[in-house]
């Protein structure tokens, strides 16, 4: 039984090591299974990690986030699947034309309290360096972001997330709470870059799901997933229970972070004043 004071877990108390040795990866089990997690992600655009949180520790981290769940900042908007600007160029049926909506909160980092458990966890070098291994990154870096190093996405009754493609390279989120119904993370992998790519990506919005993949994304895990190259979504969410999930954010570069435009779009300000104190 595990002695330790709820608010004084460490990061590794939060983690199921004894199934995910991600702080032994020299040793012969912990080099296999890192392998297996390279390998998976590599071949789907994806690495699941289901039970990562200890079921102690989710209860403790979803108390957390649905404690300041209130302080998320909404967006709504429409969107295309590459979420680029519209481009007068491009003819009127081609696919980047089509809007998909997203409506969805989101907690800042500035606002997740530096005593919390997720942002114990988001700061453990142990996590950041087995997530660089598995995306095959020499060196990862936590974000420099005062806005969006780690944020909480808040999925409230009617939130979705359309159709769409990452910016990003890859993103790492843990979902701490599924909402009452809906909420489900569909995806078609790795299509970016087919000589056919637009028109795959014109029959899934037209409601073709014969390549549409349901992700089993229970609380407690840990997804890695390759977005730039995989369209997904987040199914329109019901009831009054919301979808809470973290977004942790690296890069291989030290120092980065979003632009002024996009913390105002995702939280309504850019946290200039911020800037000195990360």
């Known amino acids: 039984m595990n ?32 392998q297996k997690c ?28 649905n404690a300041i769940s209130s302080q998320a900042y909404f967006c709504r908007n429409t969107h295309n699947a590459y979420l680029t600007e519209d481009d007068p160029e491009l003819p009127a049926g081609d696919v980047s034309k089509r809007q998909e909506q997203t409506y969805v909160g989101s907690v800042p980092y500035d606002l997740i309290d530096k005593d919390t458990h997720l942002r114990r966890l988001y700061g ?25 190093a780690c944020s909480i996405n808040v999925f409230v009754d009617g939130g979705e997330h359309g159709w769409h493609f990452d910016e990003s390279e890859f993103t790492i989120t843990l979902l701490l709470q599924p909402p009452k119904s809906g909420g489900t993370f569909e995806y078609v992998p790795k299509i970016r870059g087919l000589a056919n790519e637009k028109e795959i990506v014109a029959n899934i919005l037209d409601g ?32 009054d229970r919301p979808r809470l999930v973290p977004v942790l954010c690296y890069s291989e570069q030290p120092g ?22 990360l």
């Open 3 to 34: 002695a330790v004071i709820n608010d004084q877990l460490s990061a590794a108390d939060m983690v199921n090591l004894a199934r995910y040795p991600i702080t032994d990866l020299d040793s012969v089990a912990g080099s296999v299974f890192a």
């Open 256 to 277: 980065m972070k979003n632009s002024a435009s996009v913390r105002k779009l995702f939280w309504g300000r850019t946290g200039n004043e911020l800037e000195s104190g």
């Open 124 to 148: 453990w070098d142990a996590l950041k360096d087995f997530i660089g291994f598995v995306l095959g990154k020499p060196e990862l870096h936590r974000f420099a972001d005062p806005l969006g």
């Open 38 to 65: 390279r390998k998976q992600y590599h071949e789907t655009g994806l690495c699941m990690l289901a039970d990562f949180i200890t079921a102690d520790s989710l209860k403790i981290l979803a108390d957390e986030a």
């Open 208 to 239: 073709d799901r014969s390549q549409v993949v349901e992700l089993p994304f229970t609380p407690g895990t840990l997804l890695i997933f390759g977005g730039r190259q995989t369209i997904h979504r987040v199914t329109r969410v019901s009831g």
